[in-house]
């Protein structure tokens, strides 16, 4: 019954969400309209320059990952790492969250190396990812008060917040997690599932742990600042593209990358209607027309997914012919 209401999550209920919110955003536009602008009013060299700067920032990722799962003791070569990002992005597009499964899957496949250990580098790499989208928040807020305090104004259900943080339930659930820990924890021993996750659990932490023992600290922090500046980089130099856009500066690109990424965190196919909706919603705090402001999003987000759509069909052939002679790549 639970796998069957996961499948139904994951193949229906998210893209459907997905679907409905462009349906939504876009519902007063014709479609003769939007082929128009596309046609004539796009500078597609910018376009493609913000591709550029999305595929620098995924090899970024590939290399920082490398020096993680080089610090668990294991060794895995460049192009494995990076193409099995681009399947994980791929996968994404198919199936919400399941691309950090998926490239765990394929680097441990052609690298030999356990998949729970690199499920744990992963880990690592997200809890990083927060920190840099954590310090971008701080960075806007900085720089971008006024708008931000409007988004978060006009956005947030402060009044459904203080309900959830005001209601006995919230923290009756919370005690009894704690409660649940602690019987599982007195009791880890005398369980056979829980002896069995212990075993994972050790094969996890020596990934999960493996930020410690990092040959080259400042070369990781690069590569996760790198690339985040390309993220920034694909947001910022699109804005040339479309006349509408061009005055923004990079006060608007911190801004819109802040906004588009929590709509990223919504568990829908590659942020499909959720990033649009962020993004929309942002640039109208900067005076931009919906109508521009969808036809932007579609356009951005749009050249983005066609790449990772490119790059991830290219992963599933290249990875077996470049691994056909050996068995595990050296980096």
């Not at 080089?70 to 597009?93: D, H, P």
């Amino acid at each position: 019954m639970k796998n069957w209401i996961t499948k139904f999550l994951q193949y229906f209920l998210f893209p459907a969400l997905g679907i409905t919110i462009i349906w939504w955003l876009f519902r007063d536009q014709k479609l003769s309209q939007i082929i128009d602008v596309l046609e004539n009013d796009i500078n597609y060299f910018w376009i493609i320059f913000s591709v550029v700067l999305g595929i620098l920032s995924h090899l970024s990722r590939a290399a920082r990952w490398q020096q993680l799962i080089r610090a668990t003791g294991e060794n895995a070569g460049f192009n494995n790492s990076f193409w099995a990002v681009m399947t994980g992005y791929f996968i994404n597009l198919l199936v919400p969250r399941m691309g950090e499964v998926s490239k765990c899957g394929v680097l441990s496949k052609y690298e030999k190396i356990s998949f729970t250990k690199v499920v744990g580098t992963v880990v690592v790499e997200r809890l990083f990812d927060l920190l840099m989208l954590l310090a971008l928040f701080i960075v806007v807020l900085a720089l971008q008060f006024e708008v931000l305090s409007k988004f978060l104004v006009k956005h947030a259900d402060t009044e459904k917040i203080h309900n959830i943080l005001a209601s006995p339930l919230t923290y009756i659930l919370i005690f009894s997690v704690l409660i649940i820990f602690y019987i599982i924890r007195r009791n880890r021993h005398s369980i056979k599932i829980l002896r069995d996750f212990a075993s994972l659990w050790e094969k996890f932490k020596e990934g999960f742990f493996s930020i410690r023992k990092i040959e080259n600290v400042p070369l990781f922090w690069l590569y996760t600042i790198f690339m985040w500046l390309m993220y920034f980089g694909m947001i910022y130099v699109s804005f040339f593209s479309f006349k509408q856009t061009s005055h923004l500066g990079v006060g608007a690109g911190l801004t819109i990358l802040l906004t588009g990424s929590l709509g990223m965190l919504i568990p829908v196919q590659g942020g499909l209607g959720t990033w649009h909706a962020m993004v929309i919603a942002t640039l109208a705090l900067y005076g931009i027309d919906h109508d521009k402001a969808a036809i932007f999003a579609l356009l951005v987000h749009g050249a983005q997914t066609l790449m990772i759509i490119a790059f991830g069909l290219l992963a599933f052939i290249v990875l077996p012919l470049t691994n056909r002679n050996s068995g595990k790549n050296e980096s």
